[in-house]
């Protein structure tokens, strides 16, 4: 059986993380990325700007056990305001927290802020995975946005690939990786 993106996302991470990992979760929505996450590394840092995100986010991680998460009502373009430490991966699903307020959506500015910031923290061999959800409003901008950027990362510092549904319907969502190759060079 071919993999769901989402699928394939958590395998790509979780090749690279141990318990000496500090991960970000960019979007913690209902919380499943950051449980996940949390689960394998050291420490997460969750970042949300609805209140309904930390709620459920903090109820998942206080029924599955899971203390070793920093939740940050704060948006992931902020993510150098509290991580000075280097991640080993990160996660983000694009678009607007399922079973929610629909209008309020990630943006292609603070969105493309947040992967800058994470891939200059992200350590050598360090992974970022990128959900993109773009069948709504706005999607297709931060879609291409996010493409735009991905396609152009020097390929000597980065490998990237792209995982997409072919014959489906609607705008099925799909799954950007990247992973560092080499440390940022010092000028």
Known sequence: MIKRPIHLSHDFLAEVLDKEAVAVDATMGNGNDTAFLAKLAKKV???????????KTQERLEKENVSNVKLILDGHENVDQYVEEPIRA????????????????TQ???????IEKILELLEVG??????IYYGH????????????????????AFATMLY????????????IMIEKLVPKKTE
Do not use: H, W
């Not at 969750?46 to 309904?52: G, I």
């Not at 990160?90 to 399922?98: D, E, M, R, T, W």
């Not at 931060?142 to 000597?156: I, T, Y």
């Not at 997409?164 to 799954?175: D, K, R, V």
């Open 137 to 156: 409003e706005g999607g297709d901008i931060e879609k291409d946005a996010v493409l735009q950027l991905v396609k152009n990362l020097p390929q000597e």
């Open 90 to 105: 990160a996660i983000f699903n694009l678009g607007y927290l399922p079973s929610a307020d629909k209008s309020i959506i």
């Open 164 to 175: 997409q549904p072919l014959n489906q319907i609607n705008t099925p969502p799909f799954l």
């Open 126 to 131: 360090g992974r970022l995975s990128l959900m």
């Open 45 to 55: 840092y969750a970042f949300d700007v609805q209140d309904e995100a930390l709620r």
């Open 108 to 114: 292609p500015q603070t969105t493309i802020c947040a």
